[in-house]
């Protein structure tokens, strides 16, 4: 028995220090597929030994648990806001407070980024994550611990160390190239974009299921140490600790003795910071000395020892010259501000976001009003005041429209939803040509010959109302439109009549389903091999598969039992488009290569590049365009790029031919 024990105790450790070293150091010395096969054998043993449950495995980091309401905890010391300041003078007059109290001229300052999330307090005792705990008001926050346990980078045992009771705080932040990845996927799936990592961060925190906080590519970056008793004298040797003990300490931090140097922090990083990896808002400095801090204690708000310094987001101000509404592909109206161009961070600016009506009542803004724009962490840039001093005599107020600007349906807004929505799914000509737009977008059924604005000019001269009316298209009905060459009708025609072929993962992307995207689609072609199927589950096999949360069986769900939706598939059907995983699809599929990912490289004898792909998705593998730790195997073939060959070499990825390939799969077959 203790055999068993030593081996998982084992297996803990091992992947403890693989995590540390991908997901920390940022320095991966294992494939991920051997990760993944240690891993489960931890989850296997876990399983069939549950008497060494232990809720701090690594086993624990891929969560599954469902919270619904998150538990208040009081904070065992109080989590304060920190005070701001905008100009050097601002800081000189802070240091001078601080000399005064602490009687002493010179002193030593640590300055850090002010990274942008949410903060959290993570409680450790005996060197274990007990739990974390949201900010909150500062005195009770919530119990978030069953999520954050599955940010890899936050350690749940630390690594040996004198200090083993304690309180550590940082900031949950969503590193920019995740958050875009993660819009990019809503987009796809017919869904609003998030606004701001910083928004996604936190509401990522309060998510009901872990597991889905487990696929958000979240950071903890740490900032603070608070024990009973610490054996440091300074913040910095508290946080170089805390680094020692795994914690993820940004190596901007920077000790320096005047508020001079101080500057050239801010000076610098005001510009590096578009670098970064993660938004930063500004600055903190802090004095170093914990005994010091001690002597200058708090407000009723802030400590005294720390001030935040906040970068200036690029204003400008410019005229509102109107406002117009677009109606997107679900229906959601966006506002938006039309303004007298103006540049802003290196960009000509013509137009804003205004968010939701909400947002224009706010801020009162009204057509012709000089108003400022800014560019922050959105993308899009916003509106953000206006000036009042320069507002017309005659202006009037903005009326948030009522009606939606296409189909002069009245619009809708339920509970809890900043967004107004045309209802008039079927009728509203935006809706219709934005869903047969998206049908036969590139990533759908790709059909060549047949743009956009055409799909618009098909729908309003009442030629097609829905993606199936697209399949009794004649090129006699076609021509006699405006600008439209018989060659382009045949051609159109022809395209539409290809796209019979494409095969059903794409289609189902096509149907437009509410966040059902690109993958989804793929994981539900895989799964129910065929449109019956899916379209008769219920909601509980649905969640059964693999990645798919309530939200999307929900929706696939409300689309199956929507009459119009059951005769647009069925004629569909009945056109012959491929509504069920065609028969080489289904034969020769396994998941031998589950969890591997592949890239390929040169020219190979055996298969095309597109049949080594294939072969590899078939069998279950990934295959990714460029080499990152994350990538399991090459395949080299001749004339591999040699700048993949250095890659592959620096991170030391093993190379292997088409024929090792081959045999691969030849022998996991057997
Ligand atoms: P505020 O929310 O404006 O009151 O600013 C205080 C918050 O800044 C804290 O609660 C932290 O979440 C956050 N923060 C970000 N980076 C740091 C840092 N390096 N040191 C201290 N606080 C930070
Ligand atoms: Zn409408």
């Not at 406002?323 to 137009?351: C, D």
Request: with cysteine; glycine share 6%.
């Amino acid at each position: 028995m203790s055999a068993i024990l030593d081996k998982i105790t084992a297996l803990r450790e091992e992947l403890r220090q693989h995590n540390h070293n991908y997901y920390v150091l940022d320095d991966a010395t294992i494939s991920d597929y051997d990760f993944d096969v240690k891993l489960k054998e931890l989850q296997g043993l876990e399983e069939q030994y549950p008497e060494f449950f232990d809720a701090n495995s690594p086993t624990q980091r891929v969560g599954g648990s469902i919270t619904k309401n998150f538990k208040t905890v009081t904070h065992k010391n109080r989590m304060y806001s920190l005070d701001n300041s905008y100009s050097k003078e601002d800081l000189l007059d802070w240091e001078k407070r601080t000399q005064k109290i602490l009687g002493v001229e010179q002193l030593e300052y640590t300055c850090e980024l002010k990274y942008d999330g949410a903060s959290i307090n993570l409680t450790y005792e005996g060197g274990k994550l007990l739990k974390a705990v949201t900010r909150g008001d500062g005195f009770q926050g919530d119990d978030v611990t069953e999520n954050i346990k599955t940010i890899r980078s936050i350690p749940l045992i630390i690594k040996e160390h004198n200090v083993l009771d304690f309180e550590i705080r940082g900031e949950i932040i969503l590193p920019l190239d995740g958050f875009l990845k993660m819009n990019e996927a809503r987009v796809e799936a017919g869904e609003d974009p998030y606004k701001n990592p910083r928004n996604t961060a936190s509401g990522s925190l309060k998510l009901q299921d872990s597991a889905e906080v487990a696929r958000r590519p979240l950071d903890c970056l740490l900032y603070h140490v608070v024990a009973d008793r610490i054996p440091f004298k300074t913040h910095e040797e508290a946080l170089a600790n805390a680094t020692k003990s795994g914690f993820k300490i940004p190596k901007t931090l920077k000790v320096v003795s005047s508020i001079d140097a101080v500057f050239e922090f801010i000076n610098h990083w005001d510009i590096e910071r578009h670098h970064l990896p993660y938004e930063t808002d500004g600055v903190v400095i802090k004095v170093n000395s914990l005994p010091y801090q001690d002597e200058l204690g708090y407000t009723s708000k802030a400590p005294r020892w720390a001030i935040a310094y906040k970068f200036k987001a690029e204003q400008k101000s410019t005229v509102l010259e109107s406002i117009s509404y677009q109606v997107g592909r679900t229906g959601a109206i966006t506002p938006v501000a039309n303004l007298e161009p103006v540049e802003l961070a290196g960009t000509i600016v013509k137009r804003a976001s205004l968010h939701n009506a909400d947002q224009i009542e706010k801020l009162d803004i009204r057509v012709n009003d000089t108003v400022f724009v800014e560019k922050g962490g959105e993308i899009i840039p916003k509106v953000t005041s206006v000036d009042l001093t320069k507002r017309p005599q005659n202006s009037v107020p903005t009326q948030y429209i009522t009606h939606c600007p296409d189909c002069d349906t009245e619009l809708i807004r339920q509970e809890g939803d900043a967004k107004h929505y045309c209802p008039n799914e079927y009728g509203c000509p935006t809706q219709i040509a934005g869903r047969i737009q998206h049908y036969i977008s590139r990533k759908a059924l790709d059909i060549d010959g047949l743009g956009a604005e055409t799909v618009a000019l098909l729908c309003k001269e009442n030629l097609i109302a829905n993606y199936a009316d697209l399949y009794d298209l004649k090129v006699e009905q076609i021509i006699p439109l405006e600008r439209m060459a018989e060659k382009s009708a045949i051609n159109m025609i022809q395209g539409i009549e290809l796209s019979k072929q494409i095969p059903f993962e794409k289609v189902l992307f096509g149907l437009g389903i509410r966040f059902v995207g690109e993958t989804v689609a793929k994981k539900l072609a895989k799964h129910f091999k065929n449109i019956d199927k899916l379209m008769q589950a219920s909601f509980e096999e649905l969640i059964a598969v693999d990645e798919i949360g309530d939200r999307i069986a929900q929706s696939i769900v409300d689309f199956s039992n929507d009459l119009v939706n059951i005769q647009l598939v069925d004629r569909l059907k009945n056109h012959g488009v491929q509504l069920q995983l065609s028969a080489e699809a289904l034969e020769g599929q396994t998941d031998i290569l589950k969890g591997k990912i592949f890239v390929v490289s040169g020219v190979f004898t055996k298969m095309t590049r597109n049949e080594l792909k294939k072969s590899i998705e078939d069998n279950g593998g990934k295959v990714s365009s460029s080499i990152s730790k994350k990538t399991t195997y090459i395949i080299a073939g001749d004339n591999m790029g040699p700048s993949k060959k250095v890659k592959a070499d620096e991170l030391k990825i093993p190379i292997i031919s088409e024929d090792e390939y081959l045999e691969m799969l030849r022998e996991s077959l057997n």
